[in-house]
């Protein structure tokens, strides 16, 4: 089915450790976002993409970064990992700026950091 | 800076019923777009409404209709003849028209449907 890829979809982490949490679209979208999700924050954003080869932080980027590798592909990087930051990451891409648009998701990745 | 709040953390309503989920945002700007997305157990998210600013008439869609309210930037969520289905987490969403801008979600409420 088309729409949103993000790998993997469970993953637990030591302390320090690094990863990174792949997102792929194939509906040929300009934009890309990553959020978490905890429990009473609702989502917040880390950084989004509004087009190949740009980046912006969001609300809460830090001890997060990310490559814009194509139009398809945004990666998300935890490069020593706190357990501050255990969440559901979502990745979404967007139709179309503005009133039209309508952001698609991933089904999310549930990390935990021991 | 923009910022949306949901007051209610969790509702419950009877099937059948009727139940209103409220959302309040602060910006400076004056035309800007409003969503509602559900996220059931599944995790996905779906869009179930959207709003633009400079549009005095309310959105509907089937059972769920918006409340605007600009001048008090209110945005609330009306879902008439709850179904079970409708059980999920609720979440409002704000983005200015500027195309650059980012969604800002609130932080949800958690709807539970009462057989």
């Known amino acids: 089915n088309a729409g949103v890829t993000q790998t993997p979809k469970f993953q637990v982490l030591k302390t320090g450790q690094s990863m990174t949490l792949q997102c792929a679209q194939d509906?040929?979208?300009?934009?890309m976002y990553w959020y978490r999700q905890d429990p009473g924050m609702g989502l917040r954003l880390i950084y989004y993409?509004?087009?190949?080869?740009?980046?912006d932080k969001g609300e809460v980027p830090n001890g997060y970064n990310v490559s814009r590798l194509n139009k398809r592909e945004f990666s998300l990087r935890l490069e020593s990992a706190a357990p501050s930051q255990t969440s559901v990451y979502f990745c979404?891409?967007?139709?179309?700026?503005?009133?039209?648009?309508?952001?698609?998701f991933g089904s999310g990745t549930q990390l935990s950091v021991l | 800076a923009q910022t949306v709040t949901q007051s209610q953390p969790e509702m419950s309503v009877q099937e059948a019923e009727t139940v209103t989920l409220s959302c309040t945002y602060d910006t400076s700007e004056s035309d800007y777009y409003l969503f509602w997305y559900k996220q059931p157990p599944s995790r996905q998210m779906i869009l179930v409404i959207r709003?633009?600013?400079?549009?005095?008439q309310n959105a509907t869609e089937n059972r769920f209709s918006v409340n605007f309210q600009k001048a008090a930037k209110s945005f609330s969520l009306k879902i008439s003849d709850s179904q079970l289905g409708d059980a999920a987490m609720y979440f409002c969403a704000y983005r200015p028209r500027n195309r650059d801008d980012k969604i800002i979600f609130g932080k949800g409420t958690r709807l539970h449907i009462l057989p």
């Open positions: 709003q633009e600013a400079y549009k005095q």
């Open positions: 993409s509004a087009s190949e080869g740009t980046t």
């Open positions: 509906m040929n979208h300009n934009s």
């Open positions: 979404a891409s967007s139709e179309a700026a503005g009133f039209n648009e309508k952001l698609f």
